[in-house]
């Protein structure tokens, strides 16, 4: 209004919205790049050999350090993740897509050998799953007593 442009037409967004979509589809049937495991920080978090941090995503491992874990069973509980994650992960190549950052480091969805490794760490049961938006799992909560 006022500037001389008029709205684009249906018709005319319809090849946008092709190419838009062909993209989607190309970028959905992509398997993601392999890259290699230099090692295991904890039970959701590890650097590639590129020296890239990646931090799994929509999951939550206890916390190893007493100044991030809320109790000392939380602790414990890291360990064993973490011990659990480095026995699965080290050294091994993985298929990643990147969603977003997090505290210095990439978040991504993970493969390993086609499956789901967020879905893999909650099935052996050391992690939890941590949709985006809601309370991180208490860790205390869930520790035997």
């Known amino acids: 209004m006022g500037h001389g442009r008029s709205e684009p037409s249906i018709a005319s967004l319809a090849p946008r919205v092709m190419l838009a979509s062909l993209a989607l589809l190309i970028t959905a049937a992509t398997p993601p790049k392999q890259e290699r495991i230099r090692y ?17 995503a929509d999951i939550d491992a206890p916390e190893t350090r007493r100044g991030q874990a809320k ?17 699965l992960l080290n050294r091994r190549d993985v298929g990643l ?3 977003g950052r ?27 799953w941590w949709p985006r938006g809601t309370p991180k799992p208490d860790w205390c909560a869930m520790a035997p007593r």
């Open 40 to 56: 295991v920080t904890d039970g959701d978090t590890f650097r590639l050999e590129s020296g890239e941090r990646i931090r799994i």
């Open 71 to 87: 109790c000392t069973a939380e602790i414990v509980l890291g360990q064993t993740a973490s011990t659990r994650a480095r026995a």
């Open 97 to 99: 897509v990147r969603t």
């Open 102 to 128: 997090s505290y210095n480091r990439t978040v991504a969805r993970v493969t390993l050998s086609g499956r789901d490794l967020a879905t893999e760490l909650v099935r052996i049961g050391v992690a939890r």
